[in-house]
T-cell receptor, first 112, second 115 residues
Framework: TQLLEQSPQFLSIQEGENLTVYCNSS?????LQWYRQEPGEGPVLLVTVVTGGEVKKLKRLTFQFGDARKDSSLHITAAQPGDTGLYLCAGPLSNSGYALNFGKGTSLLVTP | EAGVAQSPRYKIIEKRQSVAFWCNPISGHATLYWYQQILGQGPKLLIQFQNNGVVDDSQLPKDRFSAERLKGVDSTLKIQPAKLEDSAVYLC?????????????FGSGTRLTVV
């Protein structure tokens, strides 16, 4: 069962545009993590959000954790071709040794 | 520090054959995970080890999949016999005690094609 729903599934934009991707759940999470995965590689951690309402910035990327800790968003300002990849959100499942459960991801393509 | 090592990178087998994947986690990481990632989907947990003990294998198809981590370091994942639907990337990850802040470190994965 996928507890984390990500949208949109695919996104194709031009360099310089802004975008937001979403991660939603009906469950409350103690924390959420965002990963980026490039073709042929494993996911790489971008950020962990822990507190409801928390906002974290990583250069042009802004992450927000919902007040109720059920949802999160990732906003990219002035996207660049290097931002291309699969963006995955993940949260720990309390009934599985707190292993991370991943959403299906948002596949982002940024063209020059 | 060295990353998570996985081998082989690619494997093509016929259905009903067997295959094994190997993973060497980051030194000192007590927790090791195997995930299956089917094309177009996020990684799905197969099994989680804490040192050499299994924490969770509830999503491992035990009739054909097996995994071990005998000395609490390296791990192997085996499929026998393979089915067409096992075609996927198999990712190994490891984490330290503060995994909920530092996250997981993933290997590059093994891409399995079953024909």
């Amino acid at each position: 069962t996928q507890l984390l729903e990500q949208s949109p599934q695919f996104l194709s934009i031009q360099e310089g545009e802004n975008l937001t991707v979403y991660c939603n759940s009906s469950s409350v999470f103690s924390s959420l993590q965002w990963y980026r995965q490039e073709p042929g590689e494993g996911p790489v951690l971008l950020v962990t959000v822990v507190t409801g309402g928390e906002v974290k910035k990583l250069k042009r990327l802004t992450f927000q954790f919902g007040d109720a800790r059920k949802d999160s968003s990732l906003h990219i300002t002035a996207a660049q071709p290097g931002d291309t990849g699969l963006y995955l959100c993940a949260g720990p499942l309390s009934n599985s040794g707190y292993a991370l459960n991943f959403g299906k991801g948002t596949s982002l393509l940024v063209t020059p | 520090e060295a990353g998570v090592a996985q081998s082989p990178r690619y494997k093509i087998i016929e259905k009903r054959q067997s295959v094994a994947f190997w993973c060497n986690p980051i030194s000192g990481h007590a927790t090791l995970y195997w995930y299956q990632q089917i094309l177009g989907q996020g990684p799905k947990l197969l099994i989680q080890f804490q040192n050499n003990g299994v924490v969770d294998d509830s999503q491992l198809p035990k009739d054909r999949f097996s995994a071990e981590r005998l000395k609490g370091v390296d791990s192997t994942l085996k499929i026998q016999p393979a089915k067409l639907e096992d075609s996927a990337v198999y990712l190994c990850a490891s984490s330290s005690a503060d995994r909920h802040t530092r996250g997981y470190t993933f290997g590059s994965g093994t891409r399995l094609t079953v024909v």
